[in-house]
């Protein structure tokens, strides 16, 4: 499992354990059980929530443990334990486990924990998840070190969840260059003819976040060669709304071209 980014010490722990489908859908509304929190995920352990317990924590023989106790240091914003939890990250050898507990130093301003997460969203032997991961948290940093390696993962050469999880990350990547995000396009427009419905969907979804107009005419293209119903309403649904974010763009430019005001004149 990955940590999400705590946002504050009451912030619940989201464990992101893989990619979900556009067209699975995960009721949840029905629990009253709230989201486990890292302190409630580490009592169950039987891990004391002091900081030399989790400092001890950061050995522990129990994988999710070591993850855990690293993470609810972030949460305390314990700054002065980021060498510990660097010792530990780099002493690790599960590589998801690594990927969490140098975020957790990441996420206290760590450019030591940072570093190591380039590392490791470029190292071929840790299974894409885990590189994917490691990106996340990265990008969350305003940092685009890891983005060659994310688009690769877009390549239909990778399985459909690896390519799935690599067009989350870059269709929503902030402050994209336009090489970037000229990149993610022409992979997302490769999706659009895969054999697999999921990916298809997948990929419209992808281009409804990357908001670019270059994806009109590939979408057009698209929903005609498409036979799935599901698969073309969704295609002709990101048409519309391309078409008409590119109808109010033009809108925009045009009332502000026609207001112009001369220059002002002193009485």
Not at 31 to 58: G, Y
Not at 156 to 163: L, V
Request: net charge negative.
């Amino acid at each position: 499992m990955v940590f999400a980014k705590p946002r504050n010490a009451k912030h619940p722990l989201r464990l992101l354990s893989g990619v979900v489908p556009l067209f699975v859908v995960l009721v949840q509304a029905s629990s009253s059980q709230a989201p486990e929190t890292f302190s409630q995920a580490l009592t169950r352990h039987h891990i004391a929530l002091t900081k030399p317990a989790l400092l001890m924590a950061l050995e522990d023989s129990d994988k999710e443990v070591r993850g855990l106790a690293a993470a609810e240091l972030a949460e305390m914003k314990a700054v002065d334990t980021i060498p510990e939890i660097m010792r530990a990250a780099e002493a690790e050898k599960e590589g998801l486990t690594q990927v969490n507990i140098a975020s957790a130093a990441t996420w206290m301003g760590s450019s030591e924990g940072l570093g190591l997460l380039k590392k490791l969203c470029r190292e071929p032997s840790l299974s894409p998840y885990a590189r994917q991961s490691a990106a996340r948290t990265v990008f969350d940093k305003g940092d685009h070190a890891c983005f060659t390696e994310i688009a690769d993962m877009m390549r239909p050469s990778f399985d459909p969840g690896t390519r799935i999880g690599a067009l989350y990350l870059l269709s929503q990547l902030h402050d994209r260059t336009e090489e970037e995000t000229k990149l993610v396009l022409e992979r997302l427009v490769v999706a659009l003819s895969d054999p697999e419905s999921q990916m298809r969907l997948e990929a419209c979804q992808g281009l409804r976040w990357l908001h670019d107009a270059g994806a009109v005419e590939p979408l057009r293209a698209a929903i005609a060669n498409e036979h799935e119903e599901l698969t073309r309403t969704e295609m002709q649904s990101v048409l519309e709304f391309l078409l008409n974010q590119s109808r109010n763009t033009r809108s925009g430019r045009l009332r502000k071209t026609q207001f112009c005001p001369g220059p002002m004149l002193e009485k």
